[in-house]
């Protein structure tokens, strides 16, 4: 692929969303650059990522900690947990959908906010907020859901690349914490991303001392980009 390099621009520092005792600043691609699925294919692999249509990654001073992650899905075997987790979700169905606003994929996103982000900017949204933050007007966006008896449960937003997949969101009903529905929608995607024949599962990005990140370093074998290469991480 013939890549032109897209203008670029710098935030001022900010307060890190993930490590309150961090300042932060984020390098964005200007958003009049014409955008396809194929140029943010190639800035995934730069540690880039989007929200909304807007892509990012954070560029920090004095702090590396954001570490975009990958998996090599065809190198993937779930763990003992994993396949337990499997095993307690065989009465969730699953199907694909192309990316849009709805009223109830709206009141899922409102109550996953509510319970988990409740202390944050994102805990009251408008479906305005839904939209401009998931949906993506230059790239091929799906929403996968996920439904116990019809009702919906989860709904992972999930980009499709010439050779990935890249879990952009996942959103579910908290109260269901014990069929751990995050981790489902990974190992959902990942079985998606071997049977497309693609290589690569993108997970966004890993801090090693923020607890809400764990879950990914369970998803072996893990590549992290450090220093302009991925490499192993886990």
């Known amino acids: 692929m013939e890549t032109y390099l897209p203008s670029l621009h710098l935030t001022q520092p900010h307060s890190c969303g993930y490590l ?6 984020t390098l964005f691609v200007d958003p009049s650059w014409p955008m396809d699925s194929e140029l943010y294919g190639w800035l995934l692999q730069q540690g880039f990522r989007r929200s909304g249509s807007h892509v990012y990654r954070p560029f920090c001073d004095h702090c590396r900690e954001c570490v975009p992650v ?5 190198q993937f ?10 095993a307690k979700n065989r009465d969730v169905t699953v ?5 849009s606003y709805n009223e109830e994929r709206f009141a899922l996103y409102t109550h996953y906010l509510t319970i988990r982000h409740a202390d944050g900017p994102m805990a009251t949204p408008s479906p305005s907020d839904f939209c401009d ?6 790239g091929e966006t799906q929403f996968v859901e996920f ?4 009702r ?3 709904v992972a937003v999930m980009d499709v690349l010439p050779d990935a997949l890249s879990a952009a969101y996942t959103f579910y009903d908290p109260t269901q914490f014990h069929r751990s529905l995050g981790s489902l929608a990974i190992l959902w995607q990942i079985t998606h991303a071997v049977q497309q024949q693609l290589t690569w599962l993108y997970l966004g990005y890993w801090i090693k001392d923020c607890r809400k990140m764990t879950y990914k370093s ?4 893990l590549e992290g980009y450090i220093m302009h290469q991925w490499g192993p991480l886990v």
């Open 218 to 221: 369970r998803f072996r074998p």
């Open 20 to 25: 309150p005792a961090h300042d932060a600043a």
């Open 147 to 150: 439904r116990l008896r019809q």
């Open 133 to 138: 933050f998931l949906l993506c007007d230059w």
């Open 95 to 99: 199907s694909l959908h192309p990316a």
């Open 77 to 86: 075997r779930p763990q003992r947990t994993q396949k337990r987790i499997l």
């Open 70 to 74: 990958r998996l090599p899905v065809n």
């Open 152 to 154: 919906l449960v989860a």
